[in-house]
């Protein structure tokens, strides 16, 4: 099994920025796909971006190409996610989920593995 931790959620003003960062541990692999989802109050959880562990190729929702980043360090076995010119309805829980998949996949069944999430607030 996989162990996922998120970290460096927060409160940032409309405009800010912030950077996500998921630590993986437990059973070695390679290949497949991490993804970052987010959750809102009374909203069903969303798909936000992703990457293949294997050629590094990257996928973004609409809502936030442009403005985030995603990002691998396979020797550290971390993903991260830059979040720049963040709104106030990009807050949610985010999270950070495993796919032995490659491509993109965005729906959250898709998904084996999750941490357990890190807030993000965005506020004046």
């Known amino acids: 099994q996989v162990q996922l931790v998120e970290s460096g959620g927060g409160l940032v003003q409309p405009g800010g920025s912030l950077t996500l960062s998921c630590t993986a541990s437990?059973?070695?692999?390679?290949?497949?796909?991490m993804g970052w989802f987010r959750q809102a109050p009374g909203e069903e959880r969303e798909f936000v971006s992703a990457?293949?562990?294997?050629?590094?190729?990257?996928y973004y929702a609409d809502s936030v190409e442009g403005r985030f980043t995603i990002s691998s360090d396979s020797a550290k076995n971390t993903v991260s996610l830059q979040m720049n010119s963040l709104k106030p309805e990009d807050a949610a829980v985010y999270y950070c989920?495993?796919?032995?998949?490659?491509?993109?996949?965005?729906?959250?069944?898709?998904?084996?593995?999750w941490g357990q999430g890190t807030q993000v607030t965005v506020s004046s």
């Open positions: 989920a495993r796919t032995g998949w490659d491509g993109e996949n965005t729906a959250p069944i898709a998904y084996n593995d």
């Open positions: 437990g059973r070695t692999f390679s290949g497949g796909t």
């Open positions: 990457i293949n562990w294997s050629d590094g190729r990257t």
